[in-house]
């Protein structure tokens, strides 16, 4: 088993967010910790995140200074953003994009991160899943994870 894992901000979210199945997400980076396992992600997750948070103040869900600390609580716990300029991870994210017909090539670049890495990418994206499942056996989602400990 690899000692590094990539995880999408789908996922990477939930464990700043109190959302239904957040508490499977803590476990899940908990076990990492444990393991000394290393979060990776591309630059992207940043923008992701920060965009994602962003919605909640325009949406009321969540005040401005509310999505502030989450976002810093966010950054702290310790994933490693790869700042890769190998334009590789690009091409190898639209070949993914294309091949599973994807509507768009971000998500494909956690893949070919994963891919370079040679570790499992870990999503709670299910829209996602239900595209790509089982079609690579490294990518995983977080109800692998409920699976294991329940």
């Not at 509507?103 to 829209?127: G, K, M």
Request: proline share 1%; net charge negative.
């Amino acid at each position: 088993m690899s000692d590094t894992v990539v995880v999408d901000t789908s996922l990477a979210l939930k464990w700043v967010l109190s959302e239904a199945d957040s508490s499977i997400a803590i476990s899940l980076l908990q076990k990492w910790n444990t393991e000394k396992i290393e979060v990776i992600a591309p630059a992207l997750f940043t923008y992701e995140a920060t965009n994602i948070l962003y919605r909640q103040v325009v949406t009321g869900r969540l005040t401005y200074a509310e999505v502030k600390k989450l976002l810093t609580k966010l950054f702290s716990i310790g994933i490693s953003l790869n700042f890769s300029h190998h334009k590789d991870i690009s091409m190898q994210a639209m070949e993914f994009a294309h091949r599973f017909g994807l509507p768009a090539a971000y998500d494909a670049h956690y893949l070919a991160l994963a891919e370079r890495e040679q570790c499992e990418y870990w999503t709670a994206d299910s829209r996602l899943w239900n595209t790509i499942g089982g079609k690579i056996t490294w990518v995983r989602r977080l109800s692998d994870h409920q699976d294991i400990i329940h």
